[in-house]
């Protein structure tokens, strides 16, 4: 196979899509198009755009290839998502939106049948954030088009099937709290069978496997002048994580941000989870469970800007000594459904006449603040690398850093550049795109911040 030295990569999150170029000896990112992930309300349910989107990366793959050129293509993408495709490969139902939430008697009969945390280490989830739930809901509400329904698949290998016409399934997205896997011993869960859906599974395939080229019409539509792979995928935490397996001894955390904060553990294991507070077991791009954590962080910082208008970056540093100073605070959740204090609703302490600038200054501490609730609850231990748009949050990043050297030897590296995902979706072509290397963050110093930490800390118990 001829050497790969520039690959695109289709980059699908839950609010945005991208396709980007990266060059494979710099890890630059040489061109990206961009667009929404939209969904669409109806019919049946709440769904994903398919069509939309394959058309947006028809028309972004001809650009690129025709302004940078690539030589392989591979893909990332959200969790909790499946494509349920009839006997001629189109869609028997439509791509289910994960927030979309059940009726009580749906969610009950699924409770019955759902395995246990000790079998697959994935708790239960609002809506359908259990891929489990979504497809008990289609096959339970509407039995007759899932009736049609012949193949399976995870998400990024739906858009290597669009590509391809090859089937598959992974393990990083079938390992990402679908109720499907089981992370200890790599098969899937007895769930399938409880579904009677073991038969409809592609088989599954390495995040790593070239499952095939482009198909020749689309790549004559693309104006490929030659064959191009398109490699498997993998989820899109998983790809953030997958540059740091590659290149750096355990123990270690990444916490990798966009819509969801996910917080890896990297060398830690897996008996002290509690499916309670959104902790769980992910699978690597090797097949290997990894604690994890999460909660809705970004979502969350977008509806707080929302309500409180732009973030004053310039004004965070005196904003945060104030807000410590006087105790103000904000308690979860702010998107309710996930993370490690479930059942909370926002609270806002001491903030009665604060400007926007110390409102702003309590959400920085918090989202740091439930960042490292995330990584206690996973025992992550050694330094922390922060991916993603909050590796750009100076503010926040100083505050997290603050709050883990507190307790040790545990310093934060923040990774510019282009996100992690997409450099993780580029090694499964083998390549290695360079990285900058990170200096550790320096650490907030504000007096009163452990206390604060303490109240902050009390009040959720």
């Not at 667009?35 to 049946?44: A, D, E, I, Q, Y």
């Amino acid at each position: 196979m001829s050497t790969i030295s520039r690959i695109a990569v289709l980059d699908i999150g839950k609010t945005n899509a991208k396709v980007l170029v990266l060059d494979c000896a710099t890890g630059a990112e040489l061109s990206v198009r961009r667009r929404p992930n939209r969904v669409l309300s109806g019919p049946l349910y709440p769904h994903y755009d398919i069509e939309a989107l394959w058309a947006f990366f028809r028309e972004a793959l001809a650009a690129l290839y025709a302004e940078t050129g690539f030589d392989a293509i591979s893909i990332t993408t959200h969790g909790a998502s499946g494509v349920l495709l009839d006997a001629e490969g189109g869609l028997a139902l439509p791509v289910l939106d994960y927030e979309h939430t059940y009726s009580a008697e749906i969610r009950a009969a699924y409770a019955s049948l759902r395995p246990p945390f000790a079998e697959t280490f994935s708790p239960a989830l609002s809506g359908g954030l259990n891929l489990g739930a979504q497809i008990h809901y289609q096959k339970t509400v509407f039995a007759d088009a899932f009736a049609r329904v012949r193949t399976i698949l995870t998400y990024p290998q739906y858009w290597a099937f669009r590509l391809t016409g090859i089937a598959a399934n992974e393990v990083t997205s079938l390992g990402c709290h679908t109720d499907l896997w089981q992370p200890a011993t790599g098969t899937f869960s007895s769930l399938l069978d409880r579904l009677g859906i073991r038969e409809k599974m592609a088989p599954v395939r390495s995040a790593f496997d070239a499952l095939g080229p482009v198909l020749p019409a689309l790549a004559a539509e693309l104006g490929l002048a030659r064959p191009v792979p398109v490699y498997c995928g993998i989820h899109d935490s998983n790809a953030s994580l997958l540059p740091h397996l590659v290149g750096r001894d355990a123990p270690f955390a990444v916490v990798s941000t966009g819509t969801w904060v996910i917080s890896f553990g990297v060398g830690g294991d897996l008996q002290h989870l509690d499916p309670a507070r959104d902790t769980l077991a992910n699978v690597d791009a090797y097949g290997r469970a990894v604690p994890s954590s999460r909660f809705m962080g970004g979502r969350e910082f977008e509806m707080l800007a929302a309500e409180l208008g732009p973030y004053p970056a310039d004004e965070m540093r005196p904003a945060l000594a104030e807000a410590v100073r006087d105790g103000v605070m904000l308690l979860p959740n702010v998107a309710e459904g996930s993370g490690p204090f479930p059942g909370r609703a926002r609270t806002w302490l001491n903030a009665e006449g604060c400007d926007t600038r110390l409102r702003w200054a309590a959400a920085t501490l918090y989202l740091a603040l439930m960042t490292e609730a995330c990584l206690d609850l996973i025992g992550a231990d050694g330094p922390a690398l922060v991916e993603g748009p909050f590796a750009a949050n100076p503010a926040y990043l100083a505050t997290l850093s603050a709050l883990l050297v507190a307790r040790g030897d545990r310093p934060v590296l923040a990774l510019s550049g282009s996100t992690g995902t997409a450099h993780g979706a580029a090694l499964l072509a083998g390549t290695r795109p360079a990285q900058e290397p990170a200096d550790p963050v320096r650490p907030l110093a504000v007096e009163g911040l452990e206390a604060y930490r303490s109240t902050w800390r009390a009040r959720l118990t």
